[in-house]
């Protein structure tokens, strides 16, 4: 088993940026690929961006290129999402996902754990 944290969810204006951290516990975490979903209301759930277990690969949804970045740090087992330029259409519950796959697979949402959610607003 993994279990997976979301933090640093909150409420920024437009233009704004936040950065999400997801920290891991249980099996070793630089064995997973990791990844961010996110889910606005009344929208089903939706790829943002995977990392491979190592760093040296990612993966990110055409909405968000240019943006976010996501990274990992191994040593702290956690793996976070950089958002810039934040805009009201990114408004959704973030959810940090890993899996034992490659980071194409984690895009489809072949995820094997997910967090709980934090939620991000930002306002016009």
């Known amino acids: 088993q993994v279990q997976l944290v979301e933090s640093g969810g909150g409420l920024v204006q437009a233009g704004g940026s936040l950065r999400l951290s997801c920290a891991a516990s249980?099996?070793?975490?630089?064995?997973?690929?990791m990844g961010w979903f996110r889910q606005a209301p009344g929208k089903e759930r939706e790829f943002v961006a995977a990392?491979?277990?190592?760093?040296?690969?990612?993966s990110y949804a055409d909405a968000v290129k240019g943006r976010f970045t996501i990274s990992r740090d191994n040593a702290k087992n956690t793996v976070y999402l950089q958002m810039n330029s934040l805009r009201p259409e990114d408004t959704a519950v973030y959810y940090c996902a890993a899996g034992y796959r490659a980071v194409s697979t984690i895009a489809l949402g072949m995820v094997d754990y997910w967090g709980q959610g934090t939620q991000v607003t930002v306002s016009s």
């Open positions: 249980g099996r070793t975490f630089s064995n997973y690929a």
């Open positions: 990392i491979n277990w190592s760093g040296g690969s990612t």
